[in-house]
C-alpha cells in the first residue's frame, strides 16, 4: 500500500511541475565557464546542465536569459570598501584560493565571480516576476563575508541579490536554504543582525559561530547517508518556513554531499539529492504554490557534479526522476553548435513592473543605459571586432607582415573605457595595437562622441631604420593608422556616434592625426600651427623632442611653450560636421593665430 501510494505521490509531482515548468527560468552566460588550475570546480558544469536540458528537449535553444555583471554599487551594498580595496592585493587571493596566481587569472576570477552574482540577481528579478522558479546556472559563493573573501568565494552573490532587493524597496521575509555541505557562514554573518533573512545552513562544520537574529546552523559532521541527511531536513525545514513566512526563497543546491565529490566526505546518494531537492522546493511552496524560488547552484567538485544538478533541474522543467548517466560529449558538441540567443524579448513590457527591476544601478557603466558591459561599447562582442578588422583587410596585412595568428583580446569591464588588444599570436604575448575608448556625452555639448583614450599601433617584430625612434614609443609602428580611423569611423556611424574625440600626448601624434583630426578649439588648432612654424627645418621626431625639451619658446614674453595635449575630433554626423563648419570658426582661428609668434632656441 505503501509503495502504491508513493507511486501516485510522485505521479502526482510530476503533473504538478510539468505544468508549471513553464515558469521555471534559467539564467546562464557562456563566461561562467571559467578553469583555474587549482580550483576543483568542472568550468563547463553550466554548459553540461544546459546541453543535457536541451538535448531532452526540456527546454529549447532560446530558453536562457543572458546575466550581466553586477555592478560595483550592489556589490557595495554587502562588501565593504576596505575589502573591496583589498581585492587586487596577493594576500587576499591567498586568502581565498589558498594560493597565488597570475594577476590575470585573478582578475579573471573576480569577473567570473561578478557575472554569477549578475545571474543571481537576474534569478531573483525573474522568479519574482513569474512567481515561479529560475535557477542561476553560478553562483554559491557564500563563504565570502563583507569584510573577508574564502573558500574559494570572493563576491557573496546570494547577500548581493538580497541586499539589492532590500535597496529597490522589497520588503517581504527571505528564507535562504543553503544545503551545500559546506557551511553558509558569509551570508549568515552579512544578515546576523537582520531579522527579515532567516539563513538555514546543514553542512558537515561550521565555519563561523557568530551568533544570527534568524538563522538554523545545524552541523551534522562526516559520513552522512541517504536517511539522517534527509530526517534532518524533514524534522528541521518544515518549522523555519512556517515561522519566518517568507515573500522569497533564496536556495543554494549544492551537489557536494554526493559520495562521489572530489570535495566531500559524506555518502549521500543520486537519488537522495534529487529527494532532498524536490522536498526543498515543496517546503517552499508549502504556503504558496506561487511562492518565488531563486536558485543557485552552491558546490559540486569534479567532472561528474553536472548530472545531479541536470537531474534536478529536469524534474522541475519536466516532472522527470531521471539522472543522467550517458557520456556528454556528443551532447555538448551539438549544443555548441547552436546560436545562443540571450536576448529574447520580455513577454510584458516593463512599464507595471515593481521597482525591483533592473536600473542603471544595476549595469557596469554610467550612461551606457541598458546595454551590456560585457559588449564593448554596449555592442560589439569581441566576434564582431573579429569581423570588421577582417572585413577591412587589417587582419590580412597583419598576416603579410609575418603574424600568421592573429588574437584578439577584450577588456569591457574597466570604467576608464573598453579595451581592444591584437596579439601577433595566439599566446598573446606580441602586442600589435591597443585601442582604449568608451562614449563620451560631455565633451562636446550636446553630441556623443568615440572618446579614444588611448591607441597603440606597433610591430614587436620590426626595428628602427630611417625612421627614427619617436617620444612614447617602444617599436616602429604598423603603418596602419589610416585603417583603423576607418575602422573607427564605420563604429561610429553603426552605433550612431556624432564623432571621434581624441586627445594626443605628443606633438607628432597631433601632426599625423591632422591628417584626418581637427582641433576642437580654435585656440588650439592656432596654437599648433605656430608650433609647427617652429619647427618646420626639423623632420617629425627631432620636431617633437625639440618640444618637449622646451626648446620653442615665445618670441613676445620668452617664456617656453609646452605640449599641452588639445583635444582633437573627426566629425562623422552631418550636424557635427555644420558645428565645425560654422561662421566665424575661421575667423576665431586666424585671430587666434596672429597673436602667436614662436621661434626655437639652439641646442646647448
Request: aromatic share 8%.
Amino acid at each position: 500500500m505503501s509503495k502504491l501510494l508513493g507511486a501516485g505521490l510522485r505521479a502526482l509531482r510530476r503533473l504538478r511541475y510539468s505544468l508549471s515548468g513553464r515558469e521555471t527560468q534559467l539564467v546562464y552566460h557562456a563566461e561562467y565557464e571559467l578553469p583555474v588550475a587549482g580550483v576543483p570546480l568542472d568550468p563547463l558544469r553550466g554548459q553540461r546542465i544546459l546541453a543535457y536540458l536541451l538535448d531532452q528537449g526540456a527546454i529549447g535553444p532560446r530558453d536562457a536569459r543572458k546575466p550581466i555583471p553586477a555592478s560595483l554599487q550592489n556589490i557595495a551594498r554587502v562588501h565593504t570598501s576596505d575589502y573591496l580595496d583589498q581585492l587586487d592585493r596577493p594576500e587576499t587571493m591567498e586568502a581565498v584560493l589558498g594560493f597565488r596566481t597570475k594577476d590575470e587569472t585573478w582578475q579573471q576570477f573576480i569577473d567570473l565571480q561578478r557575472l554569477a552574482a549578475g545571474g543571481t540577481i537576474h534569478a531573483t528579478r525573474l522568479a519574482l516576476r513569474t512567481g515561479g522558479v529560475a535557477v542561476n546556472l553560478s553562483g554559491g559563493f557564500h563563504h565570502a563575508k563583507p569584510d573577508r573573501g574564502m573558500g574559494f568565494c570572493v563576491i557573496n552573490d546570494i547577500a548581493v541579490a538580497v541586499a539589492r532587493l532590500r535597496a529597490k524597496g522589497y520588503s517581504e521575509h527571505i528564507l535562504i536554504i543553503d544545503l551545500d555541505i559546506h557551511d553558509g557562514n558569509g551570508t549568515r554573518v552579512a544578515f546576523a543582525d537582520d531579522p527579515s533573512v532567516y539563513t538555514f545552513s546543514v553542512h558537515n562544520e561550521t565555519w563561523d559561530h557568530q551568533a544570527a537574529v534568524a538563522d538554523s546552523c545545524i552541523e551534522l559532521g562526516a559520513d552522512i547517508g541517504d536517511d539522517e541527511y534527509i530526517g534532518v531536513l524533514q524534522r528541521e525545514l518544515p518549522p523555519a518556513v512556517a515561522s519566518h513566512e517568507p515573500g522569497l526563497v533564496l536556495y543554494v543546491a549544492g551537489v557536494d554531499p554526493a559520495a562521489d565529490d572530489q570535495m566531500g566526505d559524506w555518502r549521500v546518494s543520486r537519488e537522495g539529492l534529487l529527494r532532498r531537492d524536490q522536498f526543498v522546493i515543496e517546503q517552499a511552496r508549502s504556503r504558496n504554490s506561487d511562492m518565488p524560488v531563486a536558485v543557485v547552484l552552491g558546490g559540486g567538485y569534479g567532472n561528474d557534479a553536472w548530472r545531479y544538478s541536470a537531474g534536478f533541474l529536469n524534474w522541475l522543467f519536466t516532472g522527470s526522476e531521471q539522472i543522467p548517466t550517458e557520456d556528454m560529449d556528443a551532447i555538448v558538441r551539438r549544443f555548441r553548435r547552436i546560436e545562443y540567443d540571450a536576448k529574447r524579448k520580455e513577454a510584458k513590457a516593463r512599464a507595471s513592473a515593481p521597482d525591483w527591476e533592473l536600473d542603471e544601478s544595476d549595469l557596469q557603466m554610467p550612461g551606457v543605459g541598458k546595454q551590456s558591459d560585457a559588449r564593448v561599447l554596449g555592442v560589439y562582442t569581441k566576434h564582431g571586432i573579429e569581423l570588421h578588422l577582417e572585413r577591412l583587410g587589417i587582419l590580412n596585412q597583419i598576416r603579410a607582415m609575418g603574424f600568421v595568428s592573429p588574437t584578439i583580446a577584450l577588456d569591457s569591464h574597466s570604467t576608464l573605457g573598453h579595451t581592444i588588444r591584437l596579439f601577433g599570436d595566439t599566446l598573446q604575448s606580441e602586442l600589435l595595437l591597443e585601442l582604449r575608448a568608451r562614449r563620451d556625452r560631455a565633451s562636446v555639448p550636446d553630441m556623443e562622441v568615440l572618446y579614444v583614450e588611448w591607441l597603440l599601433l606597433q610591430n614587436p617584430r620590426a626595428e628602427f631604420g630611417e625612421r627614427p625612434r619617436l617620444p612614447g614609443q617602444g617599436y616602429p609602428g604598423l603603418g596602419l593608422l589610416r585603417e583603423i580611423i576607418a575602422l573607427l569611423v564605420v563604429v561610429c556611424e553603426q552605433i550612431g556616434l556624432d564623432g571621434i574625440l581624441f586627445v594626443p600626448a605628443h606633438y607628432y601624434m597631433a601632426a599625423l592625426g591632422r591628417r584626418h583630426l581637427r582641433f576642437v578649439r580654435a585656440e588650439d588648432a592656432a596654437v599648433f600651427e605656430a608650433l609647427r612654424d617652429a619647427v618646420a627645418d626639423l623632420d617629425l621626431a627631432t620636431a617633437t623632442r625639440a618640444i618637449e625639451d622646451g626648446r620653442v619658446v615665445d618670441r613676445r614674453s620668452g617664456a617656453t611653450v609646452s605640449w599641452h595635449t588639445p583635444p582633437m575630433i573627426m566629425p562623422i554626423s552631418e550636424r557635427l560636421e555644420r558645428q565645425f563648419g560654422s561662421a566665424g570658426s575661421e575667423e576665431v582661428l586666424l585671430e587666434a593665430y596672429a597673436g602667436l609668434d614662436y621661434g626655437l632656441k639652439a641646442e646647448t
